[in-house]
């Protein structure tokens, strides 16, 4: 390979998701010495010059590059994990790295009632608290009661709904979102809390379209602005989109750690349940396959879980 | 312990025979019913019901209900069912209370029910409306009440101490500053495990010199104060509560029978004893000598048969 060619390569292997270690392995192994200073005196971003005359690491690029040799790790570990015990370090983390109290709405709205109950039950083992303390103590914004409310669902699995109260409450909703218009006092509203944390995901699933029905426009969408209503809408009714919007952003450029975490958590929490339907939304929307999506950004063993994790039930 | 008294291995089919004989031809044979219903455990009635049915192709539930009335067939109708499907019954009634709903029952129900207990009680509430117990009392309910069922408290055994004194401290403040429903007391009384719970309010009385519940005494009509003060009594010692609804019931004028027959049922197979020794410290007579007096006819019974009277 030309030595601008093995720059390339090593530079990419150092970037993106994951590190590419066939590569690191294969051009770093065999360069000496003043390879290797070529490479530091020609990457700006990774080494910078110290005051006492040499290329040093850039501390952040460091840190970085840990995240990167670790994610193939923590990819392994997660799917590994028994899916409470993965659901329930997956919330204690949404409290408090960050936090990312989307991430407590993913959870809490996309698993089956015994699969949420599960994580509440581990999260016990693992914490000594309760899902539910933790979340009412430790949010102080006007979406306490909403998380809290939706971390403590057991919603009804069965198919049955009741089309004239799911109507009314798309009409009580319809009229919610325009008086509030701004002032941002919908996640405050008892009903529309009550309506999104109690009612099954079939019955939200109807009001939904009934919605659509009467103001010819989608609820989510309408929600646009609303902080973790709109999510909770989208991962009720929606799970797929969802999905596919934030892997979508998570696998952008410049995007910050915490984000990142996303691609791993999502492939790995969905690969055994809707991955097929995910793929199929993210190329309708995105244009590109998520496989091929993952092929560019992602590195190494970790990218090669990824698409063995995306490629389950084909 | 238990007050019922049960052989150990009756025959289901010469019960449900027997059963079916006592609700055969003109009127029934109430004393039939009690000397066998009234003493076979939750697995033993399940037997009958189920030998009933296979003999019969009629649900023998259904049968007594159309056979008895009033209190009494009440009594017998939650006896039979299963005990979560009883509790199921008792929300559902309780949610549908007009014109408020009976906050007292659901927060018993949630406050004293083992996780395992509420967990099988939401599954039969699901099967039973076909949705769940935490929309109905979402929908017929304001307020934090609606969150009642919901959480599932750590349930094991470890305690934060300093926690405990911080939040004794939030809890007198708001008590002084007569805010009851302020979210803080809702945070702390709905969300903490109960020894948490035992552990802060064991800081309040050192702290502040009384009990919680006293302070909360004062504002009686407000239903919110109420049901605070019902959770905290039923953390804190669910007998002792017990003890007070059954007094209650029985001191009431025309005397509160759904309470009556809602406390003995419940407990009879559980700890209905340590419930009668209470009463008897506390009013210095018999919970049976007072049932006795206050009720009549075939409920009167019914209630003496599973508060252990013997033949």
Redesign the interface.
């Given at each position: 390979m030309a030595a601008s060619d093995e720059l390339g390569a090593l530079t990419r292997a150092f970037s993106g998701f994951g590190v590419d270690e066939k590569a690191l392995i294969s051009i770093l192994g065999k360069w000496h010495q003043e390879q290797r200073q070529t490479f530091r005196k020609g990457t700006r971003d990774f080494f910078t010059e110290d005051e006492r005359q040499f290329e040093r690491w850039d501390d952040r690029h460091v840190i970085q590059l840990q995240h990167e040799f670790l994610r193939f790790k923590h990819a392994i570990v997660l799917w590994t994990m028994h899916p409470w015990e993965r659901d329930a370090r997956l919330l204690k983390e949404a409290l408090h790295k960050g936090p990312q109290h989307k991430v407590l709405v993913e959870v809490a709205c996309t698993r089956l009632s015994d699969e949420l109950?599960g994580a509440?039950?581990a999260y016990?083992?693992l914490f000594?608290?309760?899902i539910?303390?933790d979340v009412?103590?430790g949010i102080h914004g006007p979406e306490r009661k909403l998380l809290?409310?939706l971390v403590?669902?057991?919603?009804?699995?069965?198919t049955?709904v009741?089309e004239e109260i799911a109507k009314s409450e798309a009409k009580f909703l319809s009229s919610a979102i325009k008086g509030a218009a701004g002032n941002k006092n919908l996640l405050e509203n008892?009903e529309v809390v009550?309506i999104v944390?109690?009612?099954?995901k079939p019955?939200l699933t109807s009001v939904y379209n009934h919605y659509k029905e009467i103001t010819g426009h989608y609820l989510d969408e309408d929600l646009d602005g609303e902080l973790y209503l709109q999510e909770t809408v989208q991962c009720l009714c929606k799970p797929q989109k969802y999905f596919s919007k934030v892997l979508d952003a998570s696998m952008g450029p410049d995007v910050d750690e915490l984000k990142k975490e996303a691609v791993t958590r999502i492939i790995v929490t969905r690969a055994d349940v809707d991955m097929k339907l995910i793929k199929e939304e993210y190329n309708h929307k995105y244009g590109v396959s998520l496989p091929n999506k993952i092929e560019d950004v992602a590195n190494g063993n970790y990218r090669d879980f990824l698409l063995t994790l995306v490629a389950r039930g084909d | 312990m238990a007050t019922l008294i049960c052989p150990e291995h009756p025959s289901p089919v010469a019960d449900a025979e027997a059963l079916r004989k006592a609700c055969q031809g003109w009127g029934t044979d109430e004393k039939a019913i009690i000397s066998i219903l009234g003493r076979r455990n939750a697995i033993q009635r399940k037997l009958i019901r189920q030998a009933y049915e296979d003999m019969y192709q009629e649900d023998l539930v259904k049968r007594l209900e159309s056979e008895l009335s009033g209190d009494f067939e009440k009594a017998i109708y939650r006896w039979t069912l299963d005990p979560e499907d009883r509790d199921v019954v008792l929300l559902n009634v309780a949610i549908k209370q007009l014109p408020i709903l009976d906050y007292r029952v659901i927060v018993e129900i949630s406050c004293i029910r083992s996780h395992e207990e509420l967990l099988a009680i939401k599954r039969a509430y699901q099967i039973r409306y076909k949705h769940s117990v935490e929309e109905d009392l979402a929908q017929h309910a304001t307020g934090d009440i609606r969150q009642a069922l919901s959480v599932y408290r750590y349930n094991g055994e470890e305690i934060n101490a300093r926690l405990a004194s911080s939040e004794a401290e939030i809890l007198h403040r708001v008590i002084s500053e007569k805010a009851y429903n302020h979210e803080e007391t809702i945070r702390i009384i709905t969300t903490r495990s109960k020894v948490q719970i035992l552990a802060t309010l064991n800081h309040f009385k050192d702290d502040y010199g009384t009990s919680i519940t006293k302070h909360l005494r004062d504002d009686s009509s407000h239903e919110y104060l109420s049901a605070l003060r019902t959770a905290i009594q039923c953390i804190c010692d669910h007998h002792k509560y017990y003890e007070k609804v059954v007094r209650c019931a029985l001191n009431k004028p025309g005397t509160d029978k759904d309470s009556l027959t809602r406390v003995i049922i419940t407990s009879a197979e559980k700890d209905l004893k340590e419930i009668k020794e209470l009463f008897q410290k506390r009013n210095s007579r018999p919970l049976e000598h007072a049932v006795g007096k206050d009720t009549s006819g075939d409920y009167k019974a019914f209630l003496l048969t599973l508060l252990g009277k013997e033949d």
């Open positions: 109950l509440r039950k016990h083992s000594d608290h309760s539910e303390e009412a103590f809290v409310a403590s669902s057991y919603r009804y699995e069965g049955k009741n008892e009550r944390a109690t009612r099954s019955h | -």
